[in-house]
Every structure is written in structure tokens, then in C-alpha cells.
């Protein structure tokens, strides 16, 4: 991946603007008829009648081909996931145009078949350069590199030092056209863990958001604004990767490479993956075997993903491994997406070729449509462009302060009078060691305001827009929650009246207390709501936010305020039902304790009432009464 300057210059020359775009591209429809390594090998008795069929369909769709693909050189249109095969160089056992594959009586098409003489600007040229001509307008992107361990991927997204491939010239494109800063991040998904390939940080953690998606946390995005940049940083993701040797590849790419390119709302991905592998063939054992099943294992995850999405179903399982989690973008709805299939066409290895053009197949009935990339910014992207901003302001404070310090240095050095020279020599020094302190330093410090000021002035508008995209969502939602406790205010007081209208029926007392618990009991549930989902916005601290949740601790003191007084009235209420009632209880008792508390009084009583029974003695029976008298 080390590419020399030579190699550069060749590149930006190749890829000025204006130049014959699809000169390749043209010359190779102008001598395809009929196609040259169409069943040059490999013809046997049994698919003969196959590849007959099989020629008269590709003749036709040559033709058909040729009239479209010359119509696109004047007006592209590109579907938003196109699939393409890159047969490597080397002994050939297939059969193929530039459109399909043929093994046995199966045939697999494509966007495009490149030949093995195909070179990487004919690559770049046909796959990449529409995707990273849109990118720059906005529209997502993503190039995969798929295929068996060995097969080519790495050579064709990275290439050789005189020879770069996809990523090199992206960038070199990218450079040449566009004026906005890019930023880059490189990483790699190795036994299914993640690893920053640039900073070198392990075992990255992968976090979810509901705007954002997936996304890996703490992975370092390096600004870039010249190519230069962009080489090193491919120096060092190239010297981190893990790599190991097989018996199918001395340099084998043991992990999933996903490097990332934002340009504003847009990104465009660039995947290096891992290649298939079948264990017994690459003579995988120890480290490489368990690196194998991993890699196996999220392939295969992959495959899946692909599956659903091309026969329409509800559910995607993205979620079943960290590749296809962080895929999710780029193989949904609004991404610009070309999967290379890199392929191996000896004879040993069909198989895994077959399984290859099968997934290449799967993918080709995905359906996407395209939306360019211009949503509002999330929370999240305003606060990573925040701190971005931050942390370039204070690197180019360090920077000033080192130019200055070793401005200042050099001012002390060259006015030194140890200085063994001629005096008017040393006057010259002396004035420029004066200039150097009127213009450097003061200009240094210019520069910093200014950079100081620019970064305000980015920070206050992203401020503003982070309050205009609280606003909307919040001020809904707050208005629901307003009236809903309006509701129940009203609810409350009407309950209240009930209250003060059956007060001292003690029979209602119990059940309109239970009514108002109840009411203050929706009330809280109410506000805890509230409460939540504003803690839950307020994960990024937009200053909108803070005032909401001022706003609703307002409410909550005024309705805890309603419930106290409510619950004072009530209080008192049921003390004064009580005092009555226990003053008529106490009364009651109090007669009936004085009644019996003397021994006279009861002996008095006792005679009383015997008094009375006497006096009140119903009269007796005549017959009755004269037996009595008689005795
Ligand atoms: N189109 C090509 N032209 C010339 N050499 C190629 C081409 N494709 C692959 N090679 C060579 O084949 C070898 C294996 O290629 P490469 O490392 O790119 O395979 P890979 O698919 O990335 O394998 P793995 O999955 O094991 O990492 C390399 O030495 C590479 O230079």
C-alpha cells in the first residue's frame, strides 16, 4: 500500500478532469464480437447444447449491452446496487463474458465480468469513479471487495506500490474536485472485535442510535486535506492489519477493512473483506483456524443479510454479527453500493467460486432506491463536529505555540553577539531578528483570534441548529404533556368541589379521599413521564433541554403545591368530622362513666329503677290479685 510520488503524478494525470472517461471501456466493447474467452476452454459433450443456448443469449445481450452501455456513456443511470466479477490472472477453467459466468449449465450475470487482463484504472473507471463522482454530490457510497481467501480483493481495493488500486485512486479523485474537508477513519473487524487501524486502539464497542444507527465508539475520524495525508494514514492501517500466511496466500488479510470517508452528510465506504476460506484447503490451524471460523462466521452472517434483503423480507438480521451491524448503511435504502466479486478461476477452486457467484447472484435482486444524504444533522453529528472543531483548534494552538517558540528562538539566536561574523552581517541580523518579532508573532497571534473567532462563530451555529432541531420534537411533545396535566387538573377540581359539597357525610368522605389519590397518583405518574423522556433527550445537553426541564420542575412544584393544600383542606376536614364525632362519643361515655363510678349513685339507681319497674307494673289479673290479698 506504500504508494511512490511517481506513481501519484501518474494518476492525477490519468484522472484530470475532462479527460476521455471510459476510453477502456469503450475500446473493449469496440473488439467484443464475438467475445474472445467465451468457451475458448473447458468444452465437454454434456453442456454443449447449454453453451449454445447459452451463446445466442449472450450475443443478444452483448448487443443489448453495447447499445446501453454506449447510451450510458452519454447519460449514466446506475442502479443502486450493482454487482461485477474480477477474474484473476493465472490458469483459466471458466467459461465467461463480460456479462455472465458459465459453470456447467448455470449462468451467472453481472453488471460487468473484467477480464483477467483488466487493469486497476479499468476497475476504478467502471466501478468506483460514478460512485465517488456522486459522493461528492451528496449520495452515500460503498465498494465492496468479496470473494475466496486469495482471490484478489485486497489487490483490487489497495493494488501495489506502482499499481494502486480503489482506495488510492478515490482519494486521488476525491482531491482533484472537491473543496470540503474530509475525514477519514480506517478500521477492522478481526475475530470479531474491533480495532482502530489508525490510532491503534483494541477492542473498540460498538453503540447504537436511533438517528445514527450503529456506529463504533471512540473511533478516531482523522482529517485529511491533502493526499499525502491520506497515504500515510493507508501506511499505517497497512502496517496494523492483521495478516497471516496460508497455504492460498502468503499475505493473507485475516479481518474485515472498513474504511470510511465523510464528506459533510455523505460517506463512502470502502470494504476490504476477509476472504472465504474452505479450513482444508488453507491448511488453517491454531490462531488461523479460529480466524477462520470467525471470519466464516460473519461471511456467512453476510450471505444472510443478503438473502432476506433480496426476497423482500420484514425482518434483516444485521443484528447477528458486528460486519454486518456496521454493513446496515450501506446495504440499505440510501447508499450507492458495488460489490466486486473477486474470483480464482482454476479448477480447484470451484467451489468456492460457485458459492461466490451464487452470493453474487443473491445480492443482484436486492432492490434499492436512492435519497441523497441531506437530513438535518442528529445531535450526535453536530456533537462530533463540535468536538472535532475543538480539538483542531487547540492542535493548531500547539502548533502556534511551537512555530512561536521556535521563531522566538531562532530571533534569540540570531541576535546573538557571540555570532562570529562581520558587524554589518550582524546588523542585518539584528534588523531581521526585529522584523521577525513586529510580523511573526503578532501575525501568529492574529491567526489564532481569528481561528479562535471562527470556531465561536461554528460553535454558535451549530448551537442554533441543535436548538431548532430540539424545538420541533420537544415542543410537541412538551404540549401533550401540558394538556394532559391541564386534564387532570380540571379532573382534580372537580373532584375538590365534590369534596366540599359532601363535606361531613362521613360515608363519602373515605371514597372521594380515595378519589383524590388516585388523581394525584395519575398526576405523578404523569409527571415521571415527562421527566424520563427529558432525560432522555437531554443525553446531548442542548441548552433548549435544560429550560424544558426547568420548565416541567416549575409544573411539578405547582401541582405538588395543588396536592399539599388539597391534602391540608382534607385533613382538616376529616380532624373536624372526627372532633364531632368523638365530642358526641365522649359525652355519651362520660354520662354513662358518672352513672356507674359511685357505689351510692349505682344503689341509688338501682332503687330508682326499681321505682320505677314497681310503678310501671302492668296491672294484674283480678283473680291474681284476690289470691294475693287472701294470704
Ligand atoms: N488482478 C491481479 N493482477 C495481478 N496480481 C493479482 C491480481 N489479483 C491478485 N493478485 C495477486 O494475488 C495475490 C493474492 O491477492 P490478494 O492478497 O489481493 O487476495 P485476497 O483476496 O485479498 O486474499 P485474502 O482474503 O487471503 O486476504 C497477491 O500476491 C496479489 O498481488
Redesign the pocket.
Known amino acids: 500500500m506504500s504508494y511512490n510520488s511517481k506513481t501519484i503524478d501518474l494518476i492525477l494525470k490519468v484522472q484530470e478532469p475532462n479527460q476521455k472517461q471510459f476510453t477502456s471501456f469503450q475500446q473493449f466493447f469496440k473488439t467484443n464480437n464475438p467475445p474472445p474467452l467465451l468457451f475458448e476452454k473447458n468444452i465437454t459433450p454434456k453442456n454443449v447444447k447449454a453453451q449454445r443456448s447459452f451463446s445466442n443469449k449472450t450475443q443478444d445481450s452483448i448487443k443489448e449491452t453495447k447499445r446501453k452501455s454506449f447510451s450510458q456513456l452519454k447519460y449514466p443511470e446506475y442502479r443502486m446496487l450493482k454487482i461485477y466479477a474480477?477474474i484473476?490472472?493465472g490458469e483459466c477453467q471458466l467459461n465467461y463474458d463480460k456479462s455472465s459466468i458459465l459453470i456447467d449449465t448455470n449462468s451467472y450475470n453481472f453488471d460487468r465480468v473484467f477480464e483477467q487482463q483488466a487493469t486497476q484504472g479499468d476497475i476504478f473507471d467502471v466501478v468506483a469513479k460514478q460512485t465517488v463522482d456522486d459522493f461528492l454530490n451528496n449520495i452515500n457510497g460503498c465498494l465492496i471487495a468479496y470473494?475466496?481467501?486469495?482471490?484478489?480483493?485486497?489487490?483490487?481495493m489497495f493494488g501495489?506500490s506502482n499499481n494502486p488500486g480503489i482506495v488510492l485512486r478515490t482519494f486521488t479523485h476525491l482531491f482533484l474536485r472537491n473543496q470540503e474537508t474530509i475525514y477519514v477513519s480506517i478500521l477492522e473487524i478481526y475475530k470479531d472485535h474491533i480495532y482502530d487501524l489508525v490510532s491503534g486502539v483494541q477492542d473498540l464497542k460498538m453503540k447504537e442510535d436511533l438517528q445514527l444507527g450503529f456506529y463504533v465508539d471512540g473511533l478516531k475520524r482523522i482529517k485529511v486535506d491533502k493526499l499525502e495525508n491520506c497515504q500515510e494514514l493507508l501506511q499505517i492501517a497497512e502496517e496494523n492489519r492483521h495478516v497471516a500466511e496460508?497455504k492460498?496466500?502468503?499475505?493473507?488479510?485475516r479481518s474485515h477493512l472498513i474504511l470510511t470517508i465523510q464528506m459533510g452528510r455523505a460517506k463512502l465506504y470502502l470494504v476490504?473483506l476477509?476472504?472465504s476460506e474452505k479450513v482444508n484447503k488453507t491448511g488453517a490451524i491454531g490462531e488461523t483456524l479460529q480466524e477462520a471460523k470467525k471470519i466464516n462466521y460473519s461471511l456467512s452472517c453476510l450471505g444472510h443479510v443478503i438473502q432476506c434483503l433480496s426476497q423482500g423480507q420484514d425482518h434483516i438480521p444485521y443484528r447477528d454479527s458486528k460486519l454486518t451491524k456496521l454493513l446496515m448503511d450501506s446495504l440499505q435504502a440510501d447508499c450507492r453500493t458495488s460489490i466486486i466479486v473477486?474470483i480464482s478461476p482454476e479448477n480447484k477452486n470451484q467451489d468456492e467460486t460457485i458459492s461466490s457467484l451464487k452470493f453474487a447472484q443473491r445480492a443482484r435482486f436486492i432492490k434499492k432506491e436512492i435519497r441523497i444524504a441531506t437530513q438535518k444533522k442528529t445531535y450526535r453529528d453536530l456533537e462530533l463536529e463540535i468536538s472535532q472543531l475543538k480539538q483542531e483548534l487547540l492542535e493548531t494552538k500547539q502548533r502556534m505555540s511551537q512555530t512561536s517558540s521556535v521563531s522566538q528562538f531562532q530571533c534569540r539566536y540570531i541576535t546573538d553577539s557571540e555570532i562570529p561574523c562581520s558587524e554589518s552581517l550582524r546588523l542585518t541580523y539584528r534588523s531581521l531578528n526585529t522584523e521577525n518579532k513586529e510580523n511573526c508573532v503578532p501575525n501568529l497571534k492574529i491567526q489564532e483570534n481569528s481561528a479562535q473567532l471562527e470556531l465561536d462563530k461554528k460553535i454558535n451555529q451549530i448551537q442554533i441548529e441543535l436548538q431548532g432541531l430540539n424545538k420541533e420534537q420537544n415542543f410537541d411533545n412538551v404540549k401533550r404533556q401540558v394538556a394532559k396535566i391541564n386534564e387532570l387538573t380540571i379532573e382534580m377540581k372537580k373532584t375538590y368541589k365534590i369534596l366540599v359539597s359532601t363535606q361531613g357525610l362521613n360515608n363519602n368522605h373515605l371514597q372521594i379521599q380515595c378519589q383524590f389519590i388516585e388523581t394525584q397518583q395519575e398526576q405523578n405518574k404523569q409527571l415521571q413521564k415527562i421527566a424520563e423522556q427529558i432525560s432522555n433527550m437531554d443525553s446531548s445537553k442542548p441548552s433548549f433541554n435544560i429550560a424544558i426541564n426547568n420548565m416541567i420542575k416549575n409544573l411539578q412544584k405547582q401541582q405538588q403545591q395543588n396536592i399539599d393544600d388539597m391534602q391540608c383542606k382534607l385533613e382538616k376536614m376529616y380532624y373536624d368530622i372526627k372532633k364531632t364525632a368523638t365530642a358526641q362519643d365522649y359525652n355519651l361515655n362520660h354520662l354513662a362513666l358518672k352513672l356507674v363510678a359511685s357505689p351510692n349513685r349505682q344503689q341509688q339507681y338501682q332503687q330508682q329503677q326499681q321505682i320505677k319497674r314497681s310503678k310501671s307494673k302492668p296491672n294484674m289479673n283480678p283473680s291474681v290479685k284476690y289470691l294475693k290479698n287472701k294470704k
Open positions: 474480477r484473476k490472472p470473494g475466496q481467501t486469495g482471490s484478489g480483493k485486497t489487490f483490487t501495489e496460508t492460498l496466500n502468503a499475505l493473507s488479510s476490504d476477509a476472504g473477486a
